[in-house]
């Protein structure tokens, strides 16, 4: 009887000893499926925050739309459909400035504000500043009877 008694004590002993085993293996489990999906979604936000020398609009976009500067430089510009980036060009294929680019929004104090490739594009309803190093110019949209310019709100 005291041989049984034993055994059964025994038993239950092991067997809350493997239990416990298998509760620390979920909660590693749990621990690594944490840090897999933390690595997705840090991995996915800098996917999205990336320029891109290319200048390649992206194919979901609001448009194209023209822009006139001091100084006689053109320029396109195309916003990406969540506003997340604008692609700029020059309007003319020997022009020099500005570069071909891909321009990715930051925050702004005031207006909207898109950097990349050593430019910045500020903006604030119709009007757009274009900046490289310590000099900026000021361009207004190109007239288009087709439609209406680009408005970035104010």
């Not at 990336?50 to 609001?62: L, Q, R, V, W």
Request: glycine share 10%.
């Amino acid at each position: 009887m005291i041989l049984a008694g034993i055994s059964h004590l025994s038993t239950v002993r092991l067997d809350f000893l493997t239990k416990s085993a298998d509760t620390a293996g979920m909660k590693n489990s749990y621990v690594w499926a944490g840090i897999i999906v933390v690595v997705l979604v840090i991995g996915a936000v800098l996917y999205q925050q990336k320029g891109t020398a290319s200048g390649e609009p992206a194919a979901d976009n609001f448009g194209t739309y023209s822009y006139e500067c001091d100084e006689r430089v053109t320029f396109t510009m195309t916003p990406a459909s969540d506003m997340s980036t604008i692609a700029i060009a020059p309007n003319s294929a020997d022009a020099v400035y500005p570069p071909v680019v891909t321009l990715v929004k930051k925050d702004a104090t005031s207006g909207v504000r898109y950097e990349g490739g050593g430019v910045i594009f500020t903006a604030r309803g119709e009007t757009v500043t274009l900046g490289e190093g310590d000099s900026a110019i000021n361009c207004s949209p190109l007239q288009n009877p087709d439609e209406a310019p680009f408005n970035f709100g104010d």
